[in-house]
């Protein structure tokens, strides 16, 4: 295990520099770590679609979709920052909440009372089987952070994430960004 943060809800996953799609320098905010497995959400991978293009309902909302991870693409997820417009989200880490009232969300868009950087939407997620992530950590394929925040999810520059991320990781993993996305163009 690269560094010593543990698995919890609410950490962050950082994919190392040459994993392949769909985790292709992802970064990923866990929502559930449960014994029965963990699920979360990739923040920086654009889906193409926006929310008006998948829900009949928001017919203007240009609000973007997010490929959450490989798991059933034909669902729709959402995470938020504003409890006190969105009831019933469970808050997964300080600040962020994962789902709530898709029928006050829907009046909110409508009304544009809610901004995008305080939602975002995801098509399927990202889950493991029991172990299976830590698994995965154990053979260096993720690093964990504790340090994603509010700021650093709902952040409208997705493309830098995954580097801004490792930064924030200190000295030791930083020369990781400088890594090519093909160690055969190296």
């Given at each position: 295990?690269?560094?010593?943060?543990?698995?919890?809800?609410?950490?962050?996953?950082?994919?190392?520099?040459?994993?392949?799609?769909?985790?292709?320098?992802?970064?990923?905010?866990?929502?559930?770590?449960?014994?029965?497995?963990?699920?979360?959400?990739?923040?920086?991978?654009?889906?193409?679609?926006?929310?008006?293009?998948?829900?009949?309902?928001?017919?203007?909302?240009?609000?973007?979709?997010?490929?959450?991870?490989?798991?059933?693409?034909?669902?729709?997820?959402?995470?938020?920052?504003?409890?006190?417009?969105v009831n019933g989200?469970?808050?997964?880490?300080?600040?962020?909440?994962?789902?709530?009232?898709?029928?006050?969300?829907?009046?909110?868009i409508n009304s544009?009372?809610?901004?995008?950087?305080?939602?975002?939407?995801?098509?399927?997620?990202?889950?493991?089987?029991?172990?299976?992530?830590?698994?995965?950590?154990?053979?260096?394929?993720?690093?964990?952070?504790?340090?994603?925040?509010?700021?650093?999810?709902?952040?409208?520059?997705?493309?830098?994430?995954?580097?801004?991320?490792?930064?924030?990781?200190?000295?030791r993993f930083a020369?990781?960004?400088?890594?090519?996305?093909?160690?055969?163009?190296?």
């Open positions: 295990m690269l560094n010593n943060i543990p698995l919890s809800t609410g950490c962050g996953l950082i994919a190392e520099p040459f994993m392949p799609d769909p985790f292709k320098r992802a970064v990923i905010l866990v929502t559930e770590y449960a014994e029965a497995g963990t699920m979360g959400f990739i923040l920086n991978h654009l889906s193409g679609f926006s929310l008006g293009e998948l829900l009949p309902d928001v017919p203007y909302s240009e609000i973007p979709v997010f490929i959450g991870g490989p798991v059933e693409n034909d669902t729709l997820h959402f995470i938020h920052c504003c409890p006190e417009k989200g469970i808050e997964v880490t300080k600040g962020v909440f994962w789902g709530g009232d898709l029928n006050a969300v829907k009046e909110l544009y009372t809610i901004k995008r950087n305080e939602i975002k939407f995801f098509s399927g997620y990202s889950g493991w089987d029991p172990r299976q992530l830590d698994n995965e950590i154990n053979e260096d394929s993720w690093l964990v952070t504790n340090k994603l925040n509010k700021k650093a999810i709902f952040n409208e520059n997705e493309g830098f994430l995954w580097r801004n991320e490792v930064v924030n990781l200190g000295k020369h990781i960004v400088n890594f090519p996305e093909d160690p055969s163009y190296n």
